[in-house]
T-cell receptor, first 113, second 118 residues
Framework: DAKTTQPTSMDCAEGRAANLPCNHS???????VYWYRQIHSQGPQYIIH???NNETNEMASLIITEDRKSSTLILPHATLRDTAVYYC??????????????FGTGTLLAVQP | DTGVSQNPRHKITKRGQNVTFRCDPI?????LYWYRQTLGQGPEFLTY????????KSRLLSDRFSAERPKGSFSTLEIQRTEQGDSAMYLC????????????????FGPGTRLTVL
């Protein structure tokens, strides 16, 4: 599975959009981009995933560049409860040799009041 | 809430003791995963079950670790002769197999069991 690079930490003002970048320059054609977050002392929470098209759900939007080498997770109106570590993970589809998720160290997003 | 549940949530034990953790996946999820997370790091994969079959094990899963899923529903993770280095959060996740071509199996995590070995 392709490796990802994320900033170690970011700040965001409450009520503003939080834009979390992720680089995955070695991504291959059948690999999906997944985002999870982990609030302190809790299990990771699934946010969203995509292959090549932009995706949106009730939690966030995922923007994937046309060459698929990077993506951005957008939280449209960040709240204090969005303070967490955000993980960007690239993973093969179900037909791949592995089903495991490979986590990096993620981005610590601190939403400021 | 019918999410993944894990018990106990916290476990404190003395070095050398055996411990067992339980994971109950989301109903009808036939795939189950165990991960371990140490302080400041992301979760690391330990093992994966599809129904009752253990299909993949990480090299992190030493001989002191054993995981079972006897009836393809709940799973247990046992650590024998615990060491201080085993102190970590143990996470369980479950997923459905993809049902349509081009879809994926999204993993949903439980709250974890925090183990402290004294």
């Amino acid at each position: 599975d392709a490796k990802t690079t994320q900033p170690t930490s970011m700040d965001c003002a409450e009520g503003r959009a939080a834009n979390l970048p992720c680089n995955h320059s070695t991504i291959s054609g059948n690999e999906y981009v997944y985002w999870y977050r982990q609030i302190h002392s809790q299990g990771p929470q699934y946010i969203i995933h995509g292959l090549k098209n932009n995706e949106t759900n009730e939690m966030a939007s995922l923007i994937i560049t046309e060459d698929r080498k990077s993506s951005t997770l957008i939280l449209p109106h960040a709240t204090l409860r969005d303070t967490a570590v955000y993980y960007c993970i690239v993973r093969r589809n179900y037909g791949g040799a592995t089903n495991k998720l490979i986590f990096g160290t993620g981005t610590l997003l601190a939403v400021q009041p | 809430d019918t999410g993944v549940s894990q018990n106990p949530r916290h476990k404190i034990t003395k070095r050398g003791q055996n411990v067992t953790f339980r994971c109950d996946p989301i109903s009808e999820h036939n795939r189950l995963y165990w991960y371990r997370q140490t302080l400041g790091q992301g979760p690391e994969f330990l093992t994966y079950f599809q129904n009752e079959a253990q299909l993949e094990k990480s090299r992190l899963l030493s001989d002191r670790f054993s995981a079972e899923r006897p009836k393809g529903s709940f799973s247990t993770l046992e650590i024998q002769r615990t060491e201080q280095g085993d102190s970590a959060m143990y996470l369980c996740a479950s997923s459905l197999p993809p049902r349509l071509a081009g879809t994926t199996d999204t993993q949903y995590f439980g709250p974890g069991t925090r183990l402290t070995v004294l």
